[in-house]
């Protein structure tokens, strides 16, 4: 069975560095892969999606992430954060048929002043 | 854009009680789902729909049912409401290319 592994529950960083969130994923087929923000009390956006093509996928907000086959691997990267990326992001991981989407226990990202 | 619509933020139900969760989408979409989150689980599905009066179940099925006898709506029963289904829902339509959620319902079963 297909299983997300997000390697990191809480990521504190200060405004304006950069942060990466790490994504890993088990699966030997092709997969199409997601990550999504959840702001406080909202629901789920799609940040950025890899269905085929380029590795490096660019997003909203100034998020990008980079698909690495070979190490299964899908990290979430922005180069400067802000006080509004403080959120809770998920990776997820589509493959086979209907395309349901298996996520991960997602990462809780704090960005303080 | 895709509107997936869950017909109420919160709801507070008692143990025992049948729970009818409901979600509507506006763009003819095909596939349909519904998942759980809790802290520290991320999302688990819990039963998806492919098609009208089509269902298969999730990771998470048991003490859930489902119904889809039109297309854009897409329900989630719980026969007998317990604590442990104490959750947020999450419906969703068309994962793959729009990954369109509902602003899901939050539960809580007393």
């Known amino acids: 069975a297909q299983s997300v592994t997000q390697l990191d529950s809480q990521v504190p960083v200060f405004e304006e560095a950069p942060v990466e969130l790490r994504c890993n994923y088990s699966?030997?087929?092709?997969?199409?892969l997601f990550w999504y923000v959840q702001y406080p009390n909202q629901g789920l956006q799609l940040l950025l999606k890899?269905?085929?093509?380029?590795?490096l996928v660019k997003g909203i907000n100034g998020f990008e992430a980079e698909f690495n086959k070979s190490q299964t691997s899908f990290h979430l990267r922005k180069p400067s954060v802000h006080i509004s990326d403080t959120a809770e992001y998920f990776c997820?991981?589509?493959?086979?048929?209907?395309?349901?989407?298996?996520f991960g226990a997602g990462t809780r990202l704090a960005v303080h002043p | 854009d895709v509107k997936v619509t869950q017909s109420s933020r919160y709801l507070v139900k008692r143990t025992g009680e049948k729970v009818f969760l409901e979600c509507v989408q506006d763009?003819?979409?095909?596939?349909m789902f519904w998942y759980r989150q809790d802290p520290g689980l991320g999302l688990r599905l819990i039963y998806f729909?492919?098609?009208?009066?089509?269902?298969e179940k999730g990771d998470i099925p048991e003490g859930y049912s489902v119904s889809r006898e039109k297309k854009e709506r897409f329900s989630l029963i719980l026969e007998s409401a317990s604590t442990n289904q104490t959750s947020m829902y999450l419906c969703?339509?068309?994962?793959?290319?729009?990954?369109?959620f509902g602003s899901g319902t939050r539960l809580t079963v007393v």
């Open positions: 969703a339509s068309s994962l793959r290319d729009r990954g369109d």
């Open positions: 699966s030997s087929v092709s997969v199409y």
């Open positions: 890899y269905l085929s093509g380029s590795t």
């Open positions: 997820a991981v589509s493959s086979g048929g209907y395309n349901k989407l298996i």
């Open positions: 763009m003819d979409h095909e596939n």
């Open positions: 729909s492919y098609d009208v009066k089509m269902k």
